[in-house]
């Protein structure tokens, strides 16, 4: 979806969070950033940021009608606080419909700017800084899906992705390592897959097509269907979709409930079990991992809120949310559920995590689908690193040691206590978590 907009009417705020990535961001801005407006003819306003936060608290602030958009000029962090800034404003509807976001690389996770650059058959590994200016000179606005998610702490709006067990701890983890920008996460992949932990927890999810369980190992699973009710449908019928429950934009449309009928009726991927590797039970040698030496021990009660309702928000709860209960009530009857151990729960909204991992190729920025993917204990340390290597083209999604489902909501309940869940690469307070998407709320300069 386009939206026309004459930008010369109105200036540009600029934020430039100086300590992202390797510390460049200031730099960028001084030697390509005002160069490209200045050429743009575009007036700008600096803000350097001086805390974390601070971002979001002068958009929650600012008056709409005088700003073109904003351009930020740091990594994904930065980005998820104006959305949360803009997310928590009385006229939070206008603000993130009017306000277009602009990103120009400067943190060591830039994975919005690497999903722009690709979308547009641009480099993304390399020279993304040209690329990502060109785009902010083209004045050409998009959608941008985002993701409600309550979390023990509130609501937060989510852009990117919501991360569990070995990717989060990675991201996480490998602060330490931010002077050496992107390479940071391939130096955490290494030490975390030497240190593997698992993770014992429960896994709902509302799905866009019908969905089977994949392995009889999970203590629970159910399959579901979108017109028969999940509790009755043991057997997998092929009616026809429901109107309102397929998936948005081209997803719902009747070629592809044709295939995935077709699918239903005659067998084929969608059908194949998956058969992960799993270790004989109480043995394995250093290869064939469950490494419970470094995994917590797992609880038999999950994990609950300390203030089990929705708890005080992080950013108040101004969209409806229908899909989802309160945090503390169970899920809904005909959700999915499956119970195990994991290495990772992943749920990714744009195709990118980065320039070396393309998480989910087939998304795009308004397909109103969350791409929800896990891996299970009993992967090896090989194959786990395998699996790392194969994200860097997206080869992964052949693996049979991930499954990739399509969901609009689901709900995370670790039981493991000890982990780090990790939205839009900020970790947030750990323990239940559960999100649906919004197709299309945000604009941004695509
Ligand atoms: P990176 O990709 O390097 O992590 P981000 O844009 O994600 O860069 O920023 C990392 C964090 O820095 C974000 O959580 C953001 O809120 C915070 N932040 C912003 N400005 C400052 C500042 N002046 N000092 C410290 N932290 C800041
Ligand atoms: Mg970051």
Known sequence: MDVDITPRARKVLVFVNPFSGPGKALDIYQKRVVPTLAELD????????????????????????????????????????????????????????????????????????????????????????????????????????????????????????????????????????????????????????VGLRTYHGRLSFLPCEPYRCHTSRSTSCSTWEPSVNANTADVVTSQPKSRSLSCPDGLGDSA?????????????????????????????????VIANSSTPAADSTQLTCDSPSRGDAATPRPVET?????????????????????????????????????????????DGIIHLMFAKAGISRSSLLKLFLSMENGSHVNSPDIEIIKVKAF?????????????????????????????????FMA
């Not at 670790?414 to 998407?437: F, H, L, S």
């Open 256 to 288: 592809t409930e044709e295939v995935l009928r077709s699918r239903l009726q005659h067998g084929g991927p969608a059908d194949e079990p998956l058969t992960p590797v799993f270790p004989e039970e109480g043995g394995g040698d250093l290869e064939t």
């Open 42 to 193: 575009l007036n700008f306003h600096l803000i350097i940021t001086e805390r974390a936060g601070h971002a979001k608290d002068v958009v929650k602030t600012i008056d709409i009608s005088e700003w073109y958009g904003v351009i930020i000029v740091s990594g994904d962090g930065l980005i998820f606080e104006v959305i949360n800034g803009l997310m928590s404003r009385p006229d939070w509807e206008h603000a993130i419909h009017h306000l277009p976001l602009g990103v120009v690389p400067g943190g060591s996770g830039n994975a919005l700017c690497c999903a722009i650059n690709s979308h547009n058959g641009e480099p993304y590994k390399d020279n993304i800084l040209t690329h990502s200016l060109f785009v902010l000179a083209k004045h050409k606005i998009k959608a941008l899906d985002l993701v409600a998610v309550d979390t023990c702490e509130g609501r937060h709006y989510s852009f990117l992705s919501i991360t569990w067990g070995i990717i989060s701890d990675v991201d996480i983890e490998s602060e330490k390592y931010r002077s050496l920008g992107n390479a940071r996460f391939t130096v955490g992949a290494l030490v975390r897959i």
């Open 411 to 443: 709900r995370l309940e670790p039981i493991t206590p000890g982990g780090v869940i990790a939205i839009d690469g900020e970790k947030v307070k750990y323990g239940p978590i559960q999100a649906q998407v919004l197709p299309g709320l945000a604009r």
């Open 322 to 366: 229908a899909l989802l209960p309160p945090l503390s009530d169970p899920v809904p009857a005909s959700w999915v559920t499956i119970e195990d151990n994991f290495v990772t729960v992943v749920a990714a909204y744009e195709s990118h995590l980065g320039p070396d991992i393309i998480i989910a190729p087939e998304a795009t920025f308004n």
